[in-house]
């Protein structure tokens, strides 16, 4: 809250500044739906200024030049249908993955681009319309962007293109860029990486990061990275549809392995016979479905409120959607292994005067059990979803939820073909998308017990690291080995042109002199 009043005067004479300064001259420039918005978002002004580091002369500045380039770009009504398939077709951009930090990677496939001045000006509205429908997407979040050089030929450079992403993250879309991961960057782009650096001026050179097969780790998990890569992602773009890059669902040789009721519904009742815990849960969830007033079984009320109690902290915040109130609004809080907390809660509510259908759909459906997955929520009232952890699972910071809701009509049922068919026939502009990401919480046993267990944890960490550390040594090894083998033969190579030059300097003068004598 203190570090909010601190940002507001910041904020208020931003605004104050650019409606005098540059508003009333340039009103035809700018887009009116970006200049409401500055008026209202206190984190997009803020944005701005927390990348020029509260300068507000800079800030302005950066407004008026972002402003014109989404008019002119006309940012706002790009979508999918405005540009033409082709581009979407080869997979150059897209978004997929996590990085180490939690962040989403945008991925600039390089070897796939072919530098066409006829096209130039479409394929930078498709850059702009992955920023834009992630921008919406995340309200802020930053990203990682790696330039996946692989394979990459002097046809596939494209500067003016290079430049112009870097632009956009330097002015279009400021606070937005974690990092940029350049991944085997050909030796003959040297000389255009050191211009690359000035573009990006001194302020966000230090994010720049070269790396190769072996480093590229650092940054992000080999879940997240392609084979060729050294990752273990199986992940294949395609085109069309449109990639859902959070939540596309998961294939196996059997089938979806996503966590819908109708799918889990054999291997639940397997379960549920054996653990009567799990089954009186289930019992109860389905009574309060049925009818709210009722009063559930001692043993789940005990349950929830144990349940309710560990994410009471948690669920401060409120998304206040058209159909569906959620809580938390942002973060789902799970424990680490240390602390065991297995089960988080989403209370859902409906604020519509009709049933409204739901669905969660996550990005780890191996690892998370949601109960109930794909219901439906009465007008006027709420519901819980209990979200736990399967197995030995762990959370991770990557992983993440997607909460589907449509309104129904009064004449449809609400059982699982009904709903299975709803989800079929509903249009997409119909269904409000909200998504929860996970945040896992640090073990909160005494500091000298951690200090004794991290006393223990050291030589495996210095292992690792020594064997990270050895691997690079090997591989500044190979490289040196292979340049001495260069000059070796360069220097046999010029001893033999010598020898021929002294060879034929000897014969001139043994031919200039020979008749002499």
Not at 62 to 71: A, G, P, V, Y
Not at 270 to 295: M, R, V
């Amino acid at each position: 809250m203190a570090d909010q009043d601190t940002r507001a005067p910041l904020i208020s004479e931003t605004r104050r500044r650019f409606e005098a300064e540059y508003l009333q001259a340039k009103t035809d420039k700018y887009d009116s739906r970006d200049t409401e918005r500055l008026q209202q978002d206190d984190t997009w002004v803020d944005n701005f200024l927390i990348w020029r580091e509260d300068n507000v002369d800079d800030a302005l500045k950066m407004i008026d030049e972002s402003f014109q380039w989404r008019k002119e770009y006309a940012v706002h009504d790009l979508t999918e249908s405005s540009l033409p398939k082709r581009f979407f077709e080869p997979g150059a951009i897209y978004l997929h993955g996590y990085d180490k930090e939690g962040y989403k990677i945008f991925w600039f496939r390089v070897k796939l681009h072919v530098k066409d001045s006829k096209t130039q000006f479409e394929k930078k509205k498709l850059v702009a319309f992955w920023l834009e429908r992630y921008a919406r997407r995340e309200h802020g979040k930053p990203l990682t962007v790696v330039f996946d050089m692989a394979e990459t030929g002097i046809s596939n450079i494209d500067m003016d293109f290079v430049r112009y992403i870097i632009n956009c993250f330097k002015v279009y879309y400021p606070n937005y860029l974690t990092k940029i991961v350049i991944f085997e960057l050909p030796w003959i782009m040297n000389a255009a990486f050191k211009i690359v650096k000035s573009w990006l001026g001194p302020e966000a050179v230090g994010l720049l990061k070269l790396t190769n097969k072996n480093e590229i780790q650092e940054y992000i998990s080999a879940e997240y990275l392609p084979p060729y890569m050294g990752g273990t992602d199986t992940f294949k773009y395609s085109y069309p549809p449109l990639v859902d890059d959070d939540f596309q669902t998961p294939l196996c040789e059997n089938g979806p392995m996503t966590g819908e009721d109708e799918v889990e519904t054999k291997e639940e009742t397997d379960i549920d016979n054996k653990e009567s815990p799990d089954s009186n849960e289930e019992q109860a969830l389905n009574s309060k479905k049925a009818n709210f007033a009722e009063q559930t079984p001692k043993a789940e009320e005990c349950e929830k409120q144990d349940s309710k109690t560990k994410n009471a902290k948690k669920a401060l915040t409120t998304f206040k959607g058209p159909l569906l109130h959620i809580s938390p609004a942002e973060e789902l809080h799970f424990g680490s292994k240390e602390t065991g907390e297995k089960k988080c809660l989403i209370v859902l509510t409906n604020v519509t005067k009709n049933t409204v259908a739901f669905k969660v759909r996550t990005t780890a459906p191996d690892k998370y059990r949601v109960k109930p997955s794909n219901s439906s929520c009465e007008p006027g009232t709420s519901l819980d979803i209990i979200v736990s952890l399967h197995g030995g699972c762990a959370a991770s910071l990557q992983d993440r939820f997607l909460i589907m809701a449509a309104e129904m009509e009064q004449c449809s049922g609400t059982g699982t073909q009904e709903l299975g068919q709803f989800w079929k026939e509903v249009p997409r502009n119909k269904v409000m998308e909200h998504r929860l990401r996970c945040h896992v919480v640090e073990s909160s046993k005494p500091s000298s017990l951690t200090i004794n267990e991290n006393s223990f944890n050291v030589p495996a960490k210095t292992n690792e690291d020594l064997h990270v550390q050895l691997t690079q040594l090997l591989q500044a090894n190979k490289r040196l080995r292979e340049q001495i083998d260069s000059c070796v033969w360069f220097q046999q190579l010029t001893l033999l042109f010598m020898f021929l030059l002294l060879a034929s300097t000897t014969f001139c003068i043994y031919l200039l002199y020979a008749p002499r004598s």
